[in-house]
């Protein structure tokens, strides 16, 4: 079992708050995807066993032409061996979506949509310098399930300056009025070296309050799971058998290969990761060099993994797994940071598998770093 990631780098506006690996130099994408292909014959031995899912992430993914992505899927199906029952998704963003390039998707085997909406205000959208309107994100849900691609997932930025609760119930309104099946909701999150952080500092534009991100993480969390959604990881919300498998697989510890600059692979001994730099990438590839940088993962970086994925997922971390999989001392070292946070009320107990709190939810990345082990030598 294996997931194969393929970042497409390439965005027509640059979104205030966006560090994501992305150029707006959209000239360069064929020879992008020349080079794209020859890394899949590159990497095709990185793997073992079937491939069950294809992410195409991004970037915008849904810049491809059709005959872009087309070659790229004859890449991978001529060197992988692909699972006939796969999950293949595509983000796409709803400036690009229209009806003959649904059939298209369709036809070349794309399952599974995820439209990056981010907000059904205008006002937010513009904040946050999109390229498309709300009446683009109407359409582009309209026609993806008219054209019967139903496994569409939805991105929702919560927390901007914009957003009222009220408008946040708004969007709330739509996913149910769509009767959409996933939802990914991020907090907006100010990155170094963003447009959005200049504007901050410039006080051109209104800093994020993280009381306000607190408070649309619980109105939003509430009504997904009312709506009968499983909060099945910290920002994902899915129907029943709607997850998204690619993202379950990787929080799972499944192998994946990340194809394009800047995507990271995985192999269960090592993580390795892409130059970030378009140029720099094709023309390593055009040389047959891969130019990525890897880290052979220690037994402290997989349990510190294990725990940060485990506490964002609703199943939680299982004290047996990790007895089995790291030893005694990771094992006595989980039960004794169980017990410093039990007056906290973080964690529910279900025989050995702990999972977080309704309330410490919005805590997980902190929750999680109070397990780390940093130094493990103290054991050898
Ligand atoms: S479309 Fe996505 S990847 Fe591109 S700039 Fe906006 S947020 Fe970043």
């Known amino acids: 079992m294996a997931g194969i990631y393929l970042h497409i780098p390439f965005c027509k506006k640059a979104c205030h708050y966006c560090n994501f690996h992305f150029s707006t130099q959209t000239t360069h994408i064929q020879s992008f995807v020349n080079a794209i292909i020859r890394e899949i014959e590159l990497q095709k031995d990185y793997l073992k066993g079937p491939i069950q899912t294809i992410y195409f992430g991004g970037g915008t993914p849904s810049l491809l032409s059709q005959t872009q992505l087309s070659t790229i899927i004859k890449a991978l199906y001529a060197n992988f061996d692909i699972a006939p029952e796969i999950e293949c998704t595509l983000e796409a963003n709803p400036d690009d979506i229209n009806k003959d390039l649904l059939a298209a998707w369709k036809a070349l085997g794309i399952n599974r949509l995820s439209i990056g909406i981010q907000s059904f205000q205008a006002k937010s959208l513009t904040w946050m310098n999109r390229a498309h309107s709300i009446e683009q994100s109407h359409t582009a849900i309209q026609l993806a399930q008219a054209a019967g691609i139903n496994n569409i997932s939805v991105d929702l930025i919560y927390g901007t300056p914009t957003l009222s609760d009220a408008a946040l119930i708004q969007d709330l309104n739509w996913i149910e009025h769509y009767q959409i099946k996933h939802v990914s909701c991020y907090a907006l999150t100010v990155e170094d070296k963003t447009a959005l952080k200049k504007l901050i500092e410039k006080e051109a534009l209104k800093d994020v309050d993280p009381a306000q991100q607190a408070a649309h993480f619980e109105l939003l969390s509430s009504r997904l799971v009312a709506m009968g959604m499983e909060h099945y990881e910290i920002s994902n919300f899915a129907q029943p058998g709607c997850r998204s498998q690619h993202n379950s697989n990787y929080w799972s510890g499944v192998p994946y290969l990340?194809?394009?600059?800047?995507?990271?692979?995985?192999?269960?001994?090592?993580?390795?990761?892409?130059?970030?730099?378009?140029?720099?990438?094709?023309?390593?590839?055009?040389?047959?060099?891969?130019?990525?940088?890897?880290?052979?993962?220690?037994?402290?970086?997989?349990?510190?993994?294990?725990?940060?994925?485990?506490?964002r997922r609703m199943e939680g971390f299982d004290l047996d797994f990790i007895k089995m999989n790291f030893g005694i001392h990771y094992y006595q070292h989980t039960i004794s940071t169980i017990e410093s946070m039990r007056p906290k009320n973080y964690l529910i107990q279900d025989q050995n598998k702990f999972m977080l709190s309704k309330a410490a939810k919005f805590l997980a990345d902190g929750i999680a770093s109070d397990f780390f082990i940093l130094d493990a030598a103290q054991w050898s």
């Open 258 to 311: 990340g194809l394009g600059p800047s995507a990271h692979s995985f192999n269960g001994i090592s993580r390795q990761w892409n130059i970030a730099n378009n140029a720099l990438y094709i023309q390593s590839i055009n040389r047959n060099q891969l130019n990525f940088e890897i880290e052979q993962l220690s037994d402290a970086n997989r349990y510190n993994e294990y725990i940060m994925t485990s506490l």
